[in-house]
């Protein structure tokens, strides 16, 4: 099993940035699935989820500027970010169900 996340960069306060993560080894649409981030030196934390049934959810801070979506074709996870805040500069993961990790892909978003 291999998640290869991409689309971390750079952006400026207000830019949006879109995450990838291509999933290999099982299939995503017939399972949960989420993205995480991890601030220096704290715990990881999820800030959008997608369920089997495809609903997705987003933590309340990110509630309207991210969304988690998924194409079943391509067996890949998305993350849409918008109006990005410096608060949100961290490393950001993509997990599936039921511990499967994709390595960090770095967000920084200049002020």
């Known amino acids: 099993v291999q998640l290869q996340a991409s689309g971390g960069g750079l952006v400026q306060a207000g830019g949006s940035l879109r995450l990838s993560c291509v999933v290999s080894g099982i299939d995503v649409s017939v399972r949960s699935a989420a993205w995480y981030r991890q601030y220096p030196g704290k715990q990881r934390e999820a800030v959008a989820a997608?369920?089997?049934?495809?609903?997705?959810s987003s933590l309340n801070s990110v509630k309207g500027r991210f969304a988690m979506s998924r194409d079943k074709a391509k067996n890949t996870l998305y993350l849409q970010m918008n109006n990005l805040q410096p608060e949100d500069t961290a490393l950001y993961y993509c997990?599936?169900?039921?511990?499967?990790w994709g390595q960090g892909t770095l967000v920084t978003v200049s002020s």
């Open positions: 997608i369920s089997v049934g495809g609903t997705p």
């Open positions: 997990w599936v169900y039921d511990n499967y």
